[in-house]
């Protein structure tokens, strides 16, 4: 089981009990606090919950893992994890997966952790690389498939790490295959490069046995210098298989990146009609501002859109999927540059898809660089504002926009009852129509939230779960970038809140 509810990555609940029209009734019937983090573990809850047979299953920001009866939130075990004296900086935690009765975690000092679901009790603990010199650690939930976990590393772009995607046998932990994120071009010397992060769990398709994973940045980051050449496997797709971790194809979307426009998000797996034809392809969203479609059984490039500002660091992308005549910030003197440097349009956030509306859903930060006499602010697009936007992947076309007032860090969940939930920097968990937009519902949880929703079942009652508490970088420059937002921005946390109909009676 992966956070994104399936392997296709799509975010998607197909239950139906809460929909458009009883929403607005929707109640808190639980909570869950994790704890504060001691320093240096950032404070807040970025992972969502994983629900399996009845019970609720919550990574904190500590590495803690707690279950708890997802019915009532009666606490049930907790694992504590127990941190080095040392390690790199941390990017906070972000989920878990579970199988063959274990739940499986990634650490931020770079190990990997298996779990009995049914005791709390460690089966494993597999440490890769020291943190504190790689600069890197596993953020992101791994993905477990038939029996093997796999795991990437994410790292900072200005640090030393070098990214990979390793998978290990589920029942064991030893690893059965590695996948280095950086290579050298002939004559590079590898030592010298980095970067490469993997900051979003995979997907996986059990057609081909193939599992896709997007990837970071080069390092160093925004400097080109030193690292001639393309980059790979930087800000691009890779499909691997799954069994080997062989690589079957690749494709870039940033080459050699100048930027800071990771391709990290999950590739979501989709069956479109495109011009008439039934294609099995990759539907990917880059901090490029594109969304790229992609045949995933070759990588061959159908077409790509921009989904959110108006890309102007390029001229558009070519018949190739490449893009034309990129441009170089430093000899920028005047103008803009969309998406903004070092930000993008997207975060570590990813996105949802929903069968039934047909229709993709994305954020957007809409931030763009401005030059004046060769210096470089970072602001708001003055033509729109950062939005939710409801997408048809097929053509591209924007079906729908809801404006929002900061930066959109949590990802969102769209349900079978046609309803889109996420939540916001000041606190509210929300939920949209996902055919229209409209704003039906809200909640104020008295905290950021910066963390993606997930629903789930217990005794034929549908529940709606969000971890609230924030956690991310992108926190701190809201206030940079929003002045006003100063003083509406709650303090961190760490408590999950779940919340339900009433029940009939009550």
Not at 268 to 284: E, N, P
Not at 308 to 335: E, R, S
């Amino acid at each position: 089981m992966t956070v994104y509810g399936n392997y296709s990555g799509w975010n998607y609940s197909p239950l139906t009990q809460i929909t458009r029209k009883n929403v607005d009734r929707l109640v808190p019937v639980w909570a869950f606090p994790t704890g504060f983090s001691e320093p240096p573990l950032t404070t807040g809850l970025l992972a969502p919950p994983l629900v399996v047979d009845g019970v609720l299953f919550i990574e904190g920001m500590q590495n803690n893992v707690y279950a708890v009866d997802a019915a009532t939130g009666r606490w049930i075990w907790t694992y504590r994890y127990k941190f080095p004296k040392r390690f790199s900086e941390n990017r906070g935690a972000r989920g878990v997966a579970y199988g063959d009765g274990k739940i499986y975690m990634g650490t931020q000092d770079n190990h990997l952790v298996a779990i009995d679901a049914r005791t709390g009790q460690e089966v494993w603990n597999v440490h890769e690389e020291d943190s504190a010199v790689c600069e890197c650690n596993i953020s992101a939930a791994p993905l477990f498939v038939k029996d093997e976990v796999i795991a990437g590393a994410a790292g900072s772009g200005f640090g030393r790490m070098r990214g990979w995607i390793n998978a290990y046998d589920a029942e064991t932990g030893s690893r059965r295959w590695h996948f280095s994120t950086v290579v050298a071009d002939k004559g590079q010397d590898i030592s010298q490069l980095g970067g490469g992060g993997v900051w979003d769990t995979g997907t996986y398709d059990p057609e081909t046995n193939l599992t896709y994973w997007g990837i970071g940045d080069p390092s160093p980051t925004m400097a080109g210098e030193g690292r001639p050449g393309n980059n790979l496997y930087t800000a691009s797709v890779v499909a691997l298989d799954a069994g080997s971790g062989e690589l079957k194809w690749y494709f870039q979307e940033t080459p050699h990146d100048l930027y800071d426009y990771d391709s990290q998000s999950g590739p979501i797996i989709l069956d479109l009609t495109i011009d008439g034809t039934k294609r099995k392809v990759l539907l990917h969203s880059s901090k490029n501002g594109f969304a790229y479609l992609l045949d995933r059984e070759t990588g061959k490039f159908l077409h790509a859109f921009p989904w959110g500002v108006t890309p102007t660091w390029t001229k558009g992308i070519d018949a190739d999927g490449k893009p034309i005549d990129m441009v170089d910030p430093k000899q920028m003197t005047g103008g803009s540059i969309c998406p903004a440097l070092g930000i993008g349009a997207q975060g570590v956030n990813y996105f949802a898809y929903s069968p039934r509306t047909g229709f993709w859903y994305a954020t957007d930060y809409d931030l763009c660089n401005f030059y004046k006499e060769g210096h470089r602010q970072s602001g708001v697009n003055p033509s729109s504002a950062p939005n939710i936007g409801a997408f048809n992947p097929a053509t591209g076309h924007k079906e729908w926009t809801f404006k929002t007032n900061f930066l959109n860090l949590s990802s969102p969940l769209v349900t079978g009852g046609e309803l889109l939930f996420a939540g916001d920097v000041e606190g509210n968990a929300f939920a949209l129509d996902a055919r229209t937009g409209e704003k039906l519902w809200s909640f104020s949880t008295g905290s950021r939230i910066s963390s993606p929703p997930i629903s789930f079942e217990v005794g034929g009652r549908q529940f709606i779960a969000i971890s609230t508490g924030g956690g991310t970088i992108g926190e701190n420059t809201v206030p940079r970038l929003f002045p006003e937002s100063k003083g509406h921005l709650p303090e961190p946390a760490a408590t999950l809140f779940v919340f339900a109909l009433p029940v009939k009676g009550k």
